[in-house]
């Protein structure tokens, strides 16, 4: 069982930045593949980034170039740097868990982003 604790959303204007942190606790970090999803309100949850347990990285196509997916394995977080900020990407922002033999996977609560002017 891993338990994820999203911290670090907010309002911020367009072209601004945001770093999102996620702390994982109650399993071992390293056997988990770590993701970034997003839901704005209306749509469908989709892949931000993530990133393997030996830092293979992906993104999802609105935000290559913009955002950067990182993890430090020693204190068992991961990280959503998120830069050039655009209204469209307003929406809850969730980390995601999955066990690399299991596939179970686990979710955070949620943070909400806001890019508005």
């Known amino acids: 069982q891993v338990q994820l604790v999203e911290s670090g959303g907010g309002l911020v204007q367009p072209g601004g930045s945001l770093r999102l942190s996620c702390t994982a606790s109650?399993?071992?970090?390293?056997?988990?593949?770590m993701g970034w999803y997003r839901q704005a309100p209306g749509k469908q949850r989709e892949l931000v980034a993530r990133?393997?347990?030996?830092?293979?990285?992906n993104y999802g196509d609105p935000v290559k170039g913009r955002f950067t997916v990182s993890r430090d394995n020693a204190n068992d977080m991961v990280y959503l740097q998120m830069d050039s900020l655009k209204p469209e990407d307003t929406a809850v922002y969730y980390c995601?868990?999955?066990?690399?033999?299991?596939?179970?996977?686990?979710w955070g609560q949620g943070t909400q982003v806001t890019v508005s002017s």
């Open positions: 109650g399993s071992i970090f390293s056997d988990y593949a």
């Open positions: 995601n868990a999955i066990h690399r033999i299991t596939l179970a996977d686990y």
């Open positions: 990133v393997t347990s030996d830092g293979r990285t």
